[in-house]
């Protein structure tokens, strides 16, 4: 069956340092890759999209690689800062022709000042 | 609207009883999401609709889920005889379209709690 696993521990890091999440996935190849960031009560926000044929994507301090290959995405937080600290979710779109969105279950980041 | 909202903020229901959540997605846009969030976890398709229609209703946990759509606008989510396994965040989200890259971008709202004693 189609999954997708992400850090299941919380990542604690200290300001300044570059944050690594890893988001894996098997059954499954998808058009794109999505990476959004939730806060506490709060609903998802979009951050960034990679393409199956694109191996990396950039926006500010954000980076985000794709491999097909290895069915993996990393996403990258450089310089990081208190103000990063969120959960993290990496979505698949679905097989069919809506807009259907398969996340994983999250990834704590924690920016220690 | 500026952003998806969704109504009630949270919900408190005793087992058996119905609830319905509401989501008026941002104006103009005509497709619109329904996800489940339970504690801890990631979020799980429950429906999408374009305009009125709701193509896929696949991941609705049982018949007691029903949701509908009207005026391409807002939503209701229905749970008959809630179940305390119904107990999460119910969120919304909407785009400019299921079709081509307009559905890439999907605007969340903030949630619903529920909560099934």
């Known amino acids: 069956s189609q999954k997708i696993e992400q850090n299941s521990e919380a990542l604690n890091i200290q300001e300044g340092k570059t944050a690594t999440l890893t988001c894996n996935y098997t059954?499954?190849?998808?058009?794109?890759l999505q990476w959004y960031r939730q806060d506490p009560g709060r609903g998802p926000v979009f951050l960034l999209l990679?393409?199956?044929?694109?191996k990396e994507k950039r926006k500010e301090r954000l980076k985000v690689t794709f491999d097909t290959t290895l069915k993996q995405s990393l996403f990258h937080i450089t310089a990081s800062q208190p103000a990063d600290s969120a959960t993290y979710l990496c979505?698949?779109?679905?097989?069919?022709?809506?807009?259907?969105?398969?996340f994983g279950q999250g990834t704590e980041l924690s920016v220690k000042p | 609207g500026a952003g998806v909202s969704q109504s009630p903020s949270n919900k408190v229901t005793e087992k058996g009883k119905d609830v319905e959540l509401r989501c008026d997605p941002i104006?103009?846009?005509?497709?619109l999401y329904w996800y489940r969030q339970r504690l801890g976890q990631g979020l799980e398709f429950l429906i999408y609709?374009?305009?009125?229609?709701?193509?896929?209703k696949s991941g609705l946990p049982s018949d007691r889920f029903s949701a509908e759509r009207t005026g391409e606008s807002v939503s209701t989510l229905t749970i008959q005889r809630t179940q305390q396994e119904d107990s999460a965040v119910y969120l919304c989200?909407?785009?400019?379209?299921?079709?081509?890259?307009?559905?890439?971008?999907?605007?969340f709202g903030p949630g619903t709690r529920l909560l099934v004693l």
């Open positions: 609709f374009q305009g009125n229609s709701a193509p896929d």
């Open positions: 104006s103009g846009h005509t497709a």
């Open positions: 989200a909407s785009s400019r379209s299921t079709f081509g890259t307009e559905r890439e971008t999907q605007y």
């Open positions: 990679i393409r199956e044929n694109e």
């Open positions: 059954n499954y190849s998808p058009a794109y």
């Open positions: 979505a698949l779109r679905g097989d069919n022709q809506g807009g259907k969105l398969i």
